[in-house]
């Protein structure tokens, strides 16, 4: 979860699909397009066990992607 920089009092929700030590690869919706590489997120991630952490990622690359089991593309982003 991240408080999204375009709008006031929205949130941004995404999913982790990877996760390495140099960073994550999130799943969000198309709705955030907005979203580009060069922009830093302060983000809130919830870890099974361990709870809560705070966490500035970075935007490396940004792009498109399908998943044909939900038939539905997504926005997916590179993070460091």
Not at 4 to 17: C, G, I, Q, S, W
Not at 26 to 49: A, D, V, Y
Not at 55 to 75: G, H, W, Y
């Amino acid at each position: 979860v991240a408080p999204n920089p375009a709008r006031f009092n929205d949130y941004l929700y995404f999913t982790v699909a990877d996760i390495s030590k140099s960073g994550m690869q999130l799943w969000t919706s198309l709705r955030n397009k907005f979203l580009i590489p060069g922009m830093i997120l302060s983000t809130s991630i919830s870890l099974p066990l361990v709870g809560q952490i705070e966490v500035l990622l970075r935007i490396v690359n940004a792009r498109v992607k399908s998943d044909p089991i939900r038939e539905k593309d997504f926005l997916v982003l590179g993070t460091e």
